[in-house]
């Protein structure tokens, strides 16, 4: 069963364009792998400034599968270069009843 997930990045400084060429390349190499699902991706932007991605796995096994996938390690390592990972718990709007945040694609 398809597992959608709404991952949180916060860019280093200066570093947001590299992050968003990161997020663009995630989805095609998860597919390529047979992980992720060809549901469209939704990206946003938090107030803070905080870049969410909403995506669907192909399942639970496709969640583990990555992790032991090495260009899905090699792609968090380009995560780790240019963000850190945020809890959606600390977003202001994550705390509001109805969460709203900038489109970004």
């Given at each position: 069963m398809p597992r959608i997930t709404i991952a949180a990045f916060k860019p280093k400084p200066g570093r947001e364009a590299e992050l968003m060429a990161v997020i663009a390349d995630r989805l095609p190499l998860l597919r390529r792998l047979g992980l992720a699902t060809d549901r469209p991706n939704v990206?946003?932007?938090s107030h803070s400034g905080v870049i969410l991605d909403v995506s669907e796995w192909a399942s639970?096994?496709?969640i583990a599968r990555a992790?032991?996938?090495p260009e899905v390690l090699a792609l968090w390592m380009r995560f780790d270069a240019c963000c850190e990972f945020v809890r959606l718990d600390t977003?202001?709007?994550a705390h509001e009843d109805f969460a709203t945040?900038?489109?970004?694609?």
């Open positions: 990206t946003m932007r639970e096994a496709a992790h032991q996938t977003l202001k709007e945040f900038e489109a970004v694609q």
